[in-house]
């Protein structure tokens, strides 16, 4: 148990990787915050948490909102006294389209949820770590910021700003005992990809072969699996790794 009695915030608890994280943070010892928009999502990973032997507590935070970010950093200290790390996984994705013609208000709901929410989120707790003189903050980026994909410009834009916003922390507050670091994730098994595959013509079964072939650990990563590089990145284990970007994508990209 790598989080063992750890206090994790984990923004974006939505179907597939946020869920993911959220119930492996608990189950390797943390005790969990976690936050979406949804209320009846984040109760039901709650619950789920509390019955299996768990602490967590459900937090309706939207991240573009700097006042429920500081909320649900308050209701984190109220239940649990302290604050050791935070995942932000909170993301919006504009319609798929080139950018020549992407909606410029859909690009910028994009980059304030998912890059300039995180560094809401951070602001939020960087004062509680600060006095702790310790903490792990892990920005959930992707794959499509390597291997540009059209129809993903927008996305990845802000996925992109959020990698600069962790080097830009982790520089920053140097000293201080927080660390800041980036896993970028890659095709992930789970819900929204079976919803995904299910909308193609052949219930995606030639993309999915196609794919699974493609990536060299010979199978699409699911996503409770990658899930375990942020544990890790969160926990003690990674105490000397900051600033760094973790690419967890089954070896699809292999940087140079």
Known sequence: M???DKVVIIT?????????????AAAEGAKVAISARSVEAINAIRDDIVAAGGEAIAVPTDVGDMAQCRRLAEETLKAFGRIDGLVHSAYYHPDWSVLESAQIDQISRALDVIAVGGLRMAQAVIPTMRNQ?????????????RKPNPGEGGYAMGKSALSQLSRQLAVELGGTGIRVNTALMGWMDGVPLDNFFASLPDGGKALRAETAARIPVGH?????DCAKAVYFLLSDY???????ALDVNGGDWVAP
């Open 12 to 24: 974006g608890a939505g179907p597939g990787m946020g869920q993911a994280l959220c119930r492996g």
């Open 133 to 145: 003189k310790s903490g792990s903050i892990v920005n959930i980026s992707t794959l499509a910021t």
């Open 238 to 244: 990674a105490s000397e790794v900051n600033g760094v």
């Open 220 to 224: 699409i990563p699911p996503d409770k």
């Open 2 to 4: 790598i989080l063992k």
